[in-house]
């Protein structure tokens, strides 16, 4: 082959190169023209939380002047998501029309929280790793922890009590909802033995061997005990010691 007629073929390549670039370019325009002709955005729905308004996250995920269009709004949140809102893990934008988007809020999974010297919330996840750190409190029946501490908190640190409690207090919290034995709060002593804290008793569940037992066995004597005060002793069970005391509050009494 010529050099002449090589150079041409070669010619020919980039041509053919720019002129598909250049229909891409130009398909792309037009879809872009008819996507802000054809499809402005004049209904958005929320759900997924009750912790924000619906404004509040419209507001939120709809934040330049350009998400008065649907396409555009969808594509933005697809190739910038935004997940810094406090509680919420994602945000999921969808097409529901030509001129509607669904904003789905997907929030993080709670189980727990401590509170703080500082007046913060430090909320715990169920694998014991912290999930949001916040001056708000949420009134959703989380399980307060008190006795342990956290240093400086980041989230995505596990909790400072070691991997075998967290694997206890994570085991027992799923037990107790499970069993509709929520407490008040959990308590820690320096031990990292456990005290269940109810209105008008506590349970002390020492360490974590034979939890589920335990807890049947506390299904057992609580309404043996309904409207008494005082601690409901299960630290030192095992199977050489099956004895419960009900140790009753004399101060209370009094």
């Known amino acids: 082959m010529s050099r002449r007629r090589k150079k041409r073929k070669n010619k020919g390549i980039v041509i053919a190169i720019i002129e598909f670039v250049l229909a891409i370019v130009i398909i792309g325009a037009l879809l872009a023209m008819a996507a802000y002709f054809f499809c402005p955005l004049k209904k958005v729905t929320v759900e997924g939380t009750d912790l924000y308004t619906s404004k509040e996250v419209s507001d939120y995920i709809l934040d330049d002047k350009y998400s008065s269009n649907t396409i555009y709004v969808f594509v933005k949140n697809k190739l910038f998501p935004k997940g810094d809102a406090e509680f919420i893990e994602r945000f999921d934008v969808q097409i529901t029309g030509m001129h509607s988007v669904n904003i789905v809020c997907k929030e993080k999974a709670i189980l727990g929280y401590m509170t703080q010297d500082d007046g913060k919330y430090v909320y715990f996840n169920y694998e014991g790793k912290i999930a949001e750190i916040s001056e708000t409190y949420i009134e959703r029946g989380y399980m307060k922890v008190d006795g342990v501490t956290c240093e400086e908190p980041k989230v995505g640190d596990k909790l400072s009590i070691g991997s075998d409690?967290?694997?206890?207090?994570?085991?027992?919290?799923?037990?107790?909802?499970?069993?509709?034995?929520?407490?008040?709060?959990?308590?820690?002593?320096?031990?990292?033995?456990?005290?269940l804290v109810y209105d008008t008793y506590n349970i002390s569940l020492g360490n974590r061997s034979r939890l589920e037992e335990k807890i049947e066995r506390v299904m057992l004597i609580l309404p043996k005990i309904e409207g008494m005060q005082g601690t409901l002793h299960l630290e030192n069970y095992s199977n050489q010691n099956t004895d419960i005391v009900f140790e009753k509050d004399t101060e209370a009494e009094q």
Do not use: A, F, R
């Open 165 to 195: 409690q967290i694997g206890y207090l994570t085991s027992l919290i799923k037990i107790l909802k499970k069993n509709s034995l929520m407490p008040n709060e959990i308590s820690y002593d320096e031990n990292n033995h456990i005290t």
